[in-house]
């Protein structure tokens, strides 16, 4: 059963944005560490960002970016805690892949972005740039 959708990918130009979303039950979006991975043509998936909230906080209480990703890349919850949005500006054609969700429970910490931890999944959004 897939419990995470995401949606928002497209073909776009250099320079533009999107705004991805991961939809899914407030059970799991509110409470497990969800993070954005994605996967170009031929390259391990390797993860983006990542977000949690570990329940009732307002604010996040983790919330960190792979390298490649600062400065271009915004995670960020809905008030409904049942969406986790990636914006991505200035968009590059090495931003061009399969982009998925994933959660996993327990805290977010310092390996996030291993992606042996996670159980449930999306299907995947695509992201096509063209230069």
């Known amino acids: 059963q897939v419990l995470l959708v995401e949606s928002g990918g497209g073909s776009v130009q250099a320079g533009g944005s999107l705004k991805l979303s991961c939809t899914g039950p407030?059970?799991?979006?509110?409470?497990?560490?969800i993070t954005w991975f994605r996967q170009a043509p031929g390259k391990e998936r390797e993860g983006v960002a990542t977000?949690?909230?570990?329940?009732?906080?307002?604010?996040?209480?983790?919330?960190s970016y792979d390298d490649s990703a600062k400065g271009r890349f915004a995670i960020s919850r809905d008030n409904a805690k049942t969406t986790v949005y990636l914006r991505i500006h200035s968009l590059e054609p090495d931003d061009t892949a399969m982009y998925y969700c994933?959660?996993?429970?327990?805290?977010?910490?310092?390996?996030?972005?291993?992606?042996?931890?996670?159980?449930?999944w999306g299907q995947g959004t695509q992201v096509t740039v063209s230069s």
């Open positions: 407030i059970g799991i979006i509110n409470t497990e560490c």
């Open positions: 977000i949690y909230f570990g329940g009732e906080n307002v604010s996040p209480a983790y919330l």
């Open positions: 994933a959660a996993r429970p327990g805290v977010c910490a310092g390996n996030w972005w291993w992606k042996a931890l996670y159980k449930n």
